[in-house]
């Protein structure tokens, strides 16, 4: 529906010679005509299309990410398909990117201008803390995926966490969730920039939006109630038991201590979130998480297949 806006959004980019690569899931609405006909304007552009695996979005991401054909010695940034894009979101990115160096991953993010479906009523999305960390990115996501850019090093973490036998890990909820966690857990650099850069659409079809007030908290309470938020956690928990050699030495016993903590009783496992000083963003939040591991909510989440990850 807002797919035209978002490609003409591409096009102002100020500065930038990019190529864009789409993954169509799955379409009924005339998406694939019109990205036809947009690679057929601009001759001159690298401009690609696929048909995604149609497992869902974080699914269609990473298969986009990890794609044997993809140039792997250039930054990546990711879009959802309904954003538009400030002409300078990509030039700023990349500034940031090198002025952080090529010596180690570094993952950017933004915030973002939180508008209507009809691009109307901006207002900033929510200041993030600058203490990101591995702890944090257990139980929750702060990092949002449309404003994510990945320098090569990052996009190569990426593509090698991805390497698994079938069968092992999990499918992961969320690839935004997913990037943070890994790329935090390996000891990546991740900046967050102040400048917003995306035009962020609210609408009915949000897979996760930015909604405020206590509508949304209700929300947000319904989804701890319901199981979602475990299943959530646990899922990516299996998706790391395979790829915990890539995680920093500190950060793997973090994982083995938040597994062992919600096998525990109510009291362990209070008593381990503080030991650990596993948080979420805001002290109302951390609460929520707390009394979720109290009422049980958030318990046993380690995943049936995945053992302890201690190397001694």
Same mark, same amino acid.
């Given at each position: 529906?807002?797919?035209?806006?978002?490609?003409?959004?591409?096009?102002?980019?100020?500065?930038?010679?990019?190529?864009?690569?789409?993954?169509?899931?799955?379409?009924?609405?005339?998406?694939?005509?019109?990205?036809?006909?947009?690679?057929?304007?601009?001759?001159?552009?690298?401009?690609?299309?696929?048909?995604?695996?149609?497992?869902?979005?974080?699914?269609?991401?990473?298969?986009?990410?990890?794609?044997?054909?993809?140039?792997?010695?250039?930054?990546?940034?990711?879009?959802?398909?309904?954003?538009?894009?400030?002409?300078?979101?990509?030039?700023?990115?990349?500034?940031?990117?090198?002025?952080?160096?090529?010596?180690?991953?570094?993952?950017?993010?933004?915030?973002?201008?939180?508008?209507?479906?009809?691009?109307?009523?901006?207002?900033?999305?929510?200041?993030?803390?600058?203490?990101?960390?591995?702890?944090?990115?257990?139980?929750?996501?702060?990092?949002?995926? *449309? $404003? %994510?850019?990945?320098?090569?090093? #990052? =996009?190569?973490?990426?593509? /090698?966490?991805?390497?698994?036998?079938? &069968?092992?890990?999990?499918?992961?909820?969320?690839?935004?969730?997913?990037?943070?966690?890994?790329?935090?857990?390996?000891?990546?650099?991740?900046?967050?920039?102040?400048?917003?850069?995306?035009?962020?659409?609210?609408?009915?079809? *949000? $897979? %996760?939006?930015?909604?405020?007030? #206590? =509508?949304?908290?209700?929300? /947000?309470?319904?989804?701890?109630?319901? &199981?979602?938020?475990?299943?959530?956690?646990?899922?990516?928990?299996?998706?790391?038991?395979?790829?915990?050699?890539?995680?920093?030495?500190?950060?793997?016993?973090?994982?083995?201590?938040?597994?062992?903590?919600?096998?525990?009783?109510?009291?362990?496992?209070?008593?381990?979130? #503080?030991?650990?000083?596993?948080? /979420?963003?805001?002290?109302?939040?951390?609460?929520?998480?707390?009394?979720?591991?109290?009422?049980?909510?958030?318990?046993?989440?380690?995943?049936?297949?995945?053992?302890?990850?201690?190397?001694?």
């Amino acid at each position: 529906m807002h797919l035209s806006e978002q490609l003409t959004s591409f096009l102002m980019q100020a500065g930038v010679d990019w190529a864009l690569w789409v993954s169509d899931d799955g379409s009924s609405d005339g998406t694939w005509e019109m990205l036809q006909r947009f690679r057929d304007s601009h001759p001159t552009r690298e401009i690609r299309l696929f048909h995604g695996p149609q497992k869902g979005v974080a699914a269609n991401f990473l298969s986009m990410l990890c794609h044997p054909e993809l140039n792997t010695a250039r930054p990546v940034a990711l879009s959802d398909q309904d954003d538009v894009w400030l002409p300078h979101r990509l030039r700023r990115a990349l500034d940031d990117l090198e002025g952080a160096g090529d010596a180690y991953p570094v993952l950017y993010g933004s915030r973002t201008w939180v508008v209507r479906a009809d691009l109307t009523r901006w207002r900033l999305s929510r200041r993030r803390a600058p203490r990101v960390s591995f702890r944090n990115a257990l139980v929750q996501n702060v990092v949002a995926g *449309n $404003t %994510m850019v990945l320098n090569p090093l #990052a =996009l190569d973490l990426v593509r /090698r966490a991805a390497q698994r036998e079938p &069968g092992q890990g999990a499918e992961i909820p969320y690839q935004d969730w997913w990037i943070y966690l890994l790329m935090s857990g390996a000891g990546a650099e991740i900046r967050l920039d102040e400048k917003p850069g995306v035009l962020y659409r609210q609408h009915g079809t *949000n $897979t %996760m939006g930015d909604a405020r007030g #206590a =509508l949304a908290g209700w929300q /947000r309470v319904r989804v701890v109630q319901r &199981g979602e938020y475990r299943g959530w956690i646990r899922d990516n928990m299996a998706a790391l038991g395979p790829i915990r050699h890539l995680l920093t030495e500190d950060n793997r016993a973090t994982l083995e201590g938040f597994l062992d903590t919600l096998d525990g009783t109510r009291f362990e496992r209070i008593l381990g979130l #503080a030991g650990l000083r596993i948080r /979420r963003e805001t002290w109302l939040g951390t609460a929520a998480l707390y009394l979720a591991a109290w009422t049980g909510r958030l318990a046993r989440v380690r995943p049936g297949g995945l053992p302890g990850l201690r190397t001694d």
